[in-house]
C-alpha cells in the first residue's frame, strides 16, 4: 500500500471515533443530589465525543475540598483537570488556572450574567466560567404557617416570633422533635455565609467594604450575632452549631422543621417525587433587621476552571464548554434548582415551572451580599477563618457579640497588613 493509500485507509478507519479519544477528570460536589446531576452531564458529554471522564467526588461541605485542590496544584499536578470552583476560591487558585478568554469564543462568554463572568476573572483572565448562580433563601413550611395563620415573615424579628409560635403548636400537639428555625452554624465557611446574612441585611456590613476597609466591629452587626445567640437552644437545636448544609436539610425534609437558611438545591430534592414535603414548602427572600435594609442572601456563584497543569487541554475545554452551556445549564436547573447563570435561561419556560421560587424570591437574587474574596484575594481564607470562629463562639454563648466583634477587627487589622490589600 502507498503511503497515501494507507494514510486514506486510516482515516477511514478512524473516522467513526473522536478526532483523538481523551480521559479527563472531573471534579463533582456530593451535596445532596449534586453528584448524579453533574455526572448525568459528564456522560452525556462522553457518549457524545467518545472520550472518557474520571469523576472525583468531592465533599458536600466544600471548603474541605480547597486544601485537596491547594495540594493538587501547588504540586503541579497532571491528576486534575476541570475543576468545580466556589466563588470564593477564584481568587486564591487564579495563579493555577488557565486564562479561558482564549479558548472560548466571546459570545460563549457573554451569555452568561456580566456579574458571574467578573465574579470568574482577575486582572482581565478569565479563569473560572460561570456554572450555577446561588443565593442563600428561606424555605418555609406552607402548610404548617397556613395552620397557624402566619403570613411569611419579612423581618428576623417576625421569623424569630412566627418560628417559636409554630414550633410551641406542633410540640404541644405531640410532634416533640420540631425546631422553629435550622442553618448551618458549624464552625466553617458555611457559616462565614449565614453570619454576612445577618449582619448585612442589618445595616451591619460584609465584614470588609469593597474598599478594603474593615467594618465588622459595629453596633448593627453585633445585633445581628446576638440575635443569632438568643435563636439557639429556643427556636434553633444546639445541634446546629455543628450543622452544615446537608445536616441541617435532613432536620427539615424529615419534616422536623418550620423554617431552613440553605441554597435553591433544597428545591430540587425536597420536592423530587416521592418526597414527603412534596407541594408543602414555600421559598422566600431571607428576613431583614429592619424594614428598608436588604434582604443580603449570601452570593454562592459556582464556576468551572481548567489546571494550569493539565496534559488534557483540548478535552478538558469541550467538557467544561459542554456542562456551562445552554442545554446542560437547562437541564440542571429542572432536574436539581441549578439556577442557570445564562441569561436566556429566565425566559425559558421551561425553567420558569420547575423553579417557581425564582419569582418568589427575586429579592433574594437581586440583593445578593458578597464575601469580601475579590479585594482580600488570596487572604480571604484567613478573613473568612477569623470570621466564622468569632460567629461560633458567640452562638456557642463563649464571647458577647461586641467584644468578640472587637477582637475580630484587630484579627483582621493583622491579617491585612500581611496580605497588603
Ligand atoms: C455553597 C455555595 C458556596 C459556599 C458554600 C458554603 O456551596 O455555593 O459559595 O461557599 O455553600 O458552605
Known amino acids: ?36 446531576i453533574c455526572k448525568a452531564g459528564a456522560d452525556a458529554w462522553a457518549r457524545q465525543t467518545g472520550n472518557e471522564v474520571r469523576i472525583n467526588k468531592m465533599p458536600a461541605a466544600w471548603d474541605e475540598a480547597l486544601p485537596l485542590y491547594q495540594q493538587l496544584l501547588s504540586a503541579q499536578s497532571t491528576d486534575a483537570d476541570v475543576l468545580l470552583l466556589d466563588v470564593v476560591w477564584v481568587g486564591l487558585l487564579q495563579k493555577n488556572l488557565l486564562d479561558l478568554n482564549a479558548d472560548l469564543s466571546k459570545d460563549d462568554i457573554a451569555q452568561h450574567f456580566p456579574a ?29 404557617l397556613a ?40 464552625s466553617y465557611e458555611g457559616l462565614t455565609c449565614d453570619a454576612i446574612e445577618w449582619t448585612a441585611s442589618s445595616g451591619g456590613g460584609t465584614i470588609i467594604d469593597d474598599k478594603g476597609a474593615i467594618t465588622i466591629d459595629n453596633a448593627k ?18 445541634g446546629a452549631l455543628n450543622y452544615d448544609e446537608e445536616g441541617s436539610r435532613s432536620v427539615f425534609e424529615t419534616g422536623n422543621a418550620v423554617f431552613l437558611r440553605n441554597w435553591a438545591y433544597v428545591w430540587g430534592t425536597s420536592q423530587a417525587a416521592g418526597a414527603p414535603l412534596v407541594g408543602k414548602v414555600g421559598v422566600a427572600a431571607l428576613p431583614v433587621g429592619a424594614a428598608g435594609e436588604r434582604s443580603s442572601g449570601c ?11 493539565t496534559r488534557h487541554k483540548d478535552a478538558a475545554l469541550s467538557l467544561l464548554h459542554f456542562l456551562a452551556g445552554k442545554d446542560e445549564q437547562k437541564r440542571r436547573a429542572i432536574a436539581g434548582a441549578y439556577n442557570p447563570t445564562i441569561a ?7 425553567v420558569l415551572k420547575a423553579l417557581p421560587f425564582l419569582k418568589d424570591a427575586e429579592a433574594a437574587f437581586a440583593e445578593s ?52 490589600w
Not at 128 to 133: D, G
Not at 299 to 309: N, P
Open 147 to 186: 395552620k397557624y395563620g402566619k403570613p411569611v415573615p419579612k423581618t428576623w424579628a417576625e421569623l424569630t416570633e412566627t418560628a417559636k409560635a409554630v414550633q410551641d403548636g406542633e410540640r404541644a400537639a405531640g410532634n416533640k422533635d420540631i425546631w422553629g428555625y435550622v442553618w448551618q452554624g458549624k
Open 369 to 420: 451580599a458578597v464575601r469580601p474574596s475579590a479585594i482580600t484575594g488570596s487572604s480571604y481564607n484567613r478573613v473568612s477563618q477569623a470570621f466564622f470562629k468569632a460567629v461560633h463562639g458567640v452562638l456557642g454563648g463563649d464571647t458577647e457579640a461586641g467584644p468578640a466583634l472587637k477582637t475580630l477587627a484587630e484579627d483582621l487589622a493583622t491579617i491585612k497588613a500581611a496580605g497588603k
Open 344 to 350: 436566556a435561561l429566565y425566559d425559558d419556560a421551561d
Open 221 to 238: 452587626a453585633a445585633g445581628a450575632l446576638a440575635l443569632a445567640h438568643g435563636w439557639v437552644g429556643s427556636i434553633t437545636p444546639p
Open 1 to 36: 500500500m502507498s503511503g497515501l493509500a494507507g494514510a486514506a485507509a486510516l482515516l477511514l478507519a478512524n473516522a467513526a471515533l473522536p478526532a483523538r479519544a481523551d480521559t479527563v477528570s472531573l471534579f463533582c460536589s456530593s451535596s445532596g443530589s449534586e453528584y448524579e
Open 299 to 309: 452570593m454562592g456563584t459556582a464556576h468551572l476552571g481548567i489546571s494550569k497543569y
Open 116 to 144: 458571574t463572568v467578573a465574579a470568574g476573572t482577575v486582572n482581565g483572565r478569565l479563569v473560572a466560567l460561570p456554572w450555577y448562580t446561588d443565593t442563600g433563601l428561606m424555605f418555609y413550611r406552607k402548610d404548617l
